[in-house]
Nanobody, 121 residues
Framework: QVQVVDSGGGLVQAGGSLRLSCVAS????????MGWYRQAPGKQRELVTS???????NYADSVKGRFTISRDNAKNTVYLQMNSLKPEDTAVYYC???????????????WGQGTQVTVSS
């Protein structure tokens, strides 16, 4: 069993900051990549950012220079620091973790339950 719990969302004014956290726990052999997706009302879920086991990062163009992803491998945790928030960043943010539960198992993806981020103008 693997659990992924994300947290840290809230209501913030435009220009403000929030920090999201995501912890993976349970039967984990290794974590490959961790990332954040978001889904705004009426829109498809989209990739915001990801970080792999080599600490290589990837960002959506809309958040480059404002958001920063980081991970603590010892704690199986990934963070998303969001600065200069805009109303268009309003969405439910989901953590996604790609991991193995056994060395010989394929990589599987697990989702957090989502955390709401609301940016007021």
């Amino acid at each position: 069993q693997v659990q992924v719990v994300d947290s840290g969302g809230g209501l913030v004014q435009a220009g403000g900051s929030l920090r999201l956290s995501c912890v993976a726990s349970g039967s984990i052999f290794s974590i490959n990549a961790m990332g954040w997706y978001r889904q705004a009302p009426g829109k498809q879920r989209e990739l915001v950012t990801s970080i792999n086991s080599d600490d290589r990062t990837n960002y959506a163009d809309s958040v480059k220079g404002r958001f920063t992803i980081s991970r603590d491998n010892a704690k199986n945790t990934v963070y998303l620091q969001m600065n200069s928030l805009k109303p268009e960043d309003t969405a439910v943010y989901y953590c996604n973790v790609a991991l193995k539960t056994r060395s010989y198992y394929p990589i599987q993806r697990y989702w957090g339950q989502g955390t709401q981020v609301t940016v007021s103008s």
